[in-house]
């Protein structure tokens, strides 16, 4: 079974518990997740909101090193993805990590696009979390209140790094403001439906229609704030429902593994082979179930990620020692 996941906190709940990435007590390791093949795995570098730009970018730095020390320490089974040809060739490992970005008003610290970003192989970057930050309003901000003139400078930077945006947390108006500065695809990693559970936090028809209609991505997650109730069953509602919106192409997993707590009997991962077996028994095509499961977003991917090649050119491969002191 291939899997691409848009979403996971793997990254900041190891850094928090020292746990490894081979095998560990949270949602996402090697050992659930190498029996997906092959596995693309979208690992959040998340920032709390209300701390200092300082305190947000140190952590910011030190996850991203984490991330480079797994590769440094498992060259077997995890490598990051840092340029858009990677993609049209096999997988170099098992795991092959796109390294994104949560809360980035807040991680960036002061600048508007860190050099680390780029050197780390960054591809997509998420303006808020909830709260409001320097860049703009999340889904508990402000309400009349979007992207500030910082924010839609940082937006600008972005695009022409090619580093993709996510709009998930963003409230109603920093989402449109957003797509009056930005022209490209955008992508939702991990939310809901609006429609289905209306909460600011989830997606709007609207909203959805707008991704689509860029060619952009939306990926569903198990949040039982956003899909209502934390089963099987209630996740395939919310993925019905983008599908009737002319959405087959346009929906992806984003589970949103270890940013959320989920039933003890799932395991985190392996809860996936089950959702697999029950969108079979619904009488689904194994091509559509495959497309939601891996083809649009990789294909997501290989269209819209634009390799920076003056940065990445700048900036080597980090060491272990990178951020170090």
Not at 121 to 150: E, I, Y
Not at 251 to 273: K, R, T
Not at 277 to 285: G, I
Request: glycine share 8%; proline share 4%.
């Amino acid at each position: 079974m291939r899997l691409f996941d848009l979403h996971c906190d793997t990254l900041s709940e190891l850094l928090k518990t020292g746990g490894d990435i081979r095998q560990n007590d949270c949602q996402v390791d090697f050992e659930r997740g190498t029996r997906f093949s092959p596995w693309f795995q979208c690992f959040a570098v998340w920032v709390r909101d209300g701390i200092s730009p300082e305190q947000g970018s140190s952590l910011c730095r030190a996850m991203l090193l984490l991330a480079s020390e797994w590769e440094e320490k498992y060259p077997d089974d995890f490598h990051i993805l840092r340029r858009r040809q990677e993609l049209f060739s096999a997988p170099k490992t098992p795991c092959t990590a796109i390294l994104t970005i949560e809360n980035g008003g807040v991680a960036a610290g002061q600048d508007t696009l860190p050099d680390s970003w780029i050197s780390a192989g960054v591809k997509m970057v998420s303006l808020t979390w909830n709260g409001a930050n320097r860049w703009a309003q999340g889904c508990n901000g402000n309400p009349k209140r979007g992207l500030t003139a910082a924010g839609k400078e940082a937006v600008c930077a972005l695009d022409r790094a090619g580093i993709l945006i996510d709009v998930s947390h963003l409230n109603r108006r920093s989402f449109w403001d957003l797509c009056h500065t930005s022209h490209r695809p955008l992508v939702a990693s991990h939310t809901a439906s609006a429609a289905l559970r209306p909460i600011p936090r989830n997606l709007t028809n609207t909203q959805f229609v707008e991704i689509r209609n860029r060619g952009g991505l939306v990926g569903l997650d198990f949040c039982l704030e956003h899909i209502g109730i934390q089963s099987i069953d209630r996740f395939i509602a919310h993925l019905e429902h983008f599908w009737s919106l002319n959405g087959r192409k346009t929906v992806a997993l984003g589970c949103d593994f270890d940013g959320i707590s989920l039933p003890p009997e799932w395991n985190g991962m392996p809860i996936l082979e089950t959702l697999y077996e029950r969108l079979l028994q619904r009488n689904y095509a194994e091509s559509l179930i495959d497309d939601f499961f891996f083809d649009n977003a990789y294909r997501f991917f290989k269209t819209n990620l634009k390799d920076d090649e003056n940065g990445l050119s700048k900036y080597p491969k980090q060491s272990s020692d990178r951020y170090r002191g």
